[in-house]
C-alpha cells in the first residue's frame, strides 16, 4: 500500500542517516546519506535522472528553510547580549521570540538600527546580521536572497552527485569529501526534519512525492508574492506563515 511504501522510504532514509553518521569514512558517509535522500525523491517524476530528480525535490524544501536557519541562528546570538524586541505593542526578549516575530523586527529600519547598535562589541555578528538585514529592507531583496540560496543548493547537490558517481561508478577518492558530507548530512537532516513537520500538521499527506510537490508550490507561492505588483505591507504574508 501507499502509506507502507511511505513508512518504508522514510525509515530507510533514518536507517541510511544512521549507517552515514556511524561511519568512519567520508566516503562510505557521503554514499550513505545519498542513497537516503534517493529513497526519499525517487517517488517523484522530478528530472530526468538520478541527480536532477534529487536536486528538484530537494532544492525548493531547502530554500524554505533558509530564513529559519538564520533567524534561529541570530536570535542564539543575540539572546546572550539580553537585548529586547518590539512585537505587536509588546516588549519581547529576543530569546523567547518566534522567527516571525525576530523577522518582523529585523526588518523593521528603527529596531534593525537599534538591534545593531548593541552588537557594536560583537563585529562578526554585527556583519553577518547586518547583510541580513539589508536583504529584508524590501520583499523583492528578500526574494533575491531566497532565489540565489536555491541556486546555490542546486550547484552543490549537483557536485555531490558528482562526488557519488566517482565513489560508485569509478572508485575514486574524492578531495572535497569532508565538505560535501557536511553539506549532505544537514540536507538529509533538514529534509526529514521537514517531512516530519508536514506530516504532523497535515493529516491527508500521502507520501514523500507529495511532500516534495507541494514544496515546490508553496515556494513559488512566496517568490511570487515577493516579487508581486501589490502595494502595502502583505507581500511577506506567506513567508512569515512559513518561518515557525
Known sequence: SSQTETRDR??????????????NM???????????????????????????????ALAPTLALTYLPKHLVAFRSALAALNIEIQYAEKVIKIKHCSNSE??????????????LGKCSSEPYLWKHLSAFTEALKSPSHTAALIKAHDRRIRWQIERIYRA???????????????????????????????????????????????????????LG????????????????????????
Open 164 to 218: 557519488r558517481c566517482d565513489i560508485v561508478h569509478a572508485g575514486r577518492q574524492v578531495v572535497t569529501a569532508s565538505l560535501l558530507c557536511a553539506n549532505l548530512e544537514f540536507y538529509l537532516r533538514m529534509t526529514l526534519k521537514s517531512m516530519l513537520k508536514s506530516f504532523s500538521n497535515v493529516a491527508t499527506l500521502m507520501g514523500p512525492a507529495e511532500f516534495f510537490e507541494r514544496q515546490r508550490y508553496q
Open 26 to 56: 567520508f566516503d562510505n558517509k557521503l554514499v550513505n546519506w545519498w542513497t537516503g535522500l534517493e529513497y526519499l525523491t525517487s517517488g517523484g517524476k522530478t528530472g530526468r535522472d538520478i541527480g536532477e530528480t534529487v536536486k528538484n
Open 102 to 115: 525576530l523577522y518582523t523586527a529585523l526588518k523593521d529600519p528603527v529596531q534593525s538600527a537599534a538591534i
Open 221 to 244: 507561492q512566496v517568490l511570487q508574492e515577493l516579487q508581486s505588483e501589490k502595494k502595502g505591507d502583505k507581500k511577506d504574508a506567506l513567508l512569515i506563515a512559513s518561518l515557525d
Open 10 to 23: 522514510i525509515f530507510s532514509a533514518f536507517r541510511l542517516y544512521r549507517q552515514g553518521t556511524g561511519a
